[in-house]
């Protein structure tokens, strides 16, 4: 389980796991899921009827022991009419029981004892703590000055990978827009980045063979505080 504030990297630090690993993987979003069947099945009586998450994750991986992320697993409901969706979690994160495991659409064993969890939350309160003593617990803390600006290229390179005009863009920021860019969580350095790329397109001319990204092109999003309302400013 990691565990660490909003936007540090969890998610994408699992897949990034996952890919290098070698080994097929799985992403169960946890957060709004407030009923037991996304995770252990519907049975096939009714016209909803399907496997749960798992069952499909293992399916497709095709062997028995692929990853599955839990994402945000502090965040999902627990107050609605199909149940509580950490009940068969309970199952599964244990060894001898996971070994057979039942999907609701098919009733019958199945050994979901080798799949490999990571699950990630910024709250550990909010999980129950019968769940929480079935995981070993790993605290992400926030990226230091210095290693924001390495995430910060890291985060330049796979944006500029994946924008239609991405090649026009050295592969190198700016030391002056990295710098900018430091003051951020990873999650919003590649909003903001992405933003940045459309603003220095907009900024440059069209047939430059090169766009660059400069302090100007960046916008910091305002730092959460109090708010003014209608007419008054305080």
Excluded at 105 to 120: E, G, K, L, Q
């Amino acid at each position: 389980l990691l565990l660490g504030e909003p936007g540090v990297g969890k998610s994408a630090f699992s897949k990034a796991v996952c890919v290098a690993v070698g080994i097929e993987y799985g992403e169960i979003p946890m957060a709004g899921i407030s009923e037991t069947f996304s995770i252990s099945g519907l049975d096939l009586g009714w016209s909803t009827g399907r496997p749960g998450s798992v069952m499909e994750i293992v399916s497709g991986a095709g062997h028995a022991n692929p990853i599955i992320l839990l994402d945000e697993i502090d965040k999902c409901g627990t107050g609605g009419s199909g149940g509580n969706p950490y009940a068969p979690l309970h199952i599964l994160l244990e060894r001898h029981s996971a070994a057979t495991f039942q999907d609701v659409a098919f009733r019958m064993p199945a050994n979901m004892s080798w799949v490999n969890w990571i699950a990630t939350a910024n709250d550990a309160l909010a999980i129950p703590v019968s769940l929480l003593t079935r995981f070993r617990q790993i605290e992400v803390l926030s990226p230091t000055r210095e290693q924001m600006r390495k995430v910060v290229q890291s985060i330049y390179a796979s944006r500029r990978a994946t924008v239609s005009n991405g090649d026009l863009f050295p592969s190198d920021l700016d030391p002056a827009v990295v710098e900018r860019l430091t003051l951020l969580a990873p999650r919003q350095v590649g909003l903001v980045l992405e933003d940045a790329m459309g603003n220095a397109a907009r900024n440059q001319d069209a047939r430059a063979e090169q766009l660059i990204i400069t302090p100007d092109d960046i916008f910091l999003p305002e730092i959460p505080g109090r708010r003014s309302i209608g007419f008054f400013k305080t």
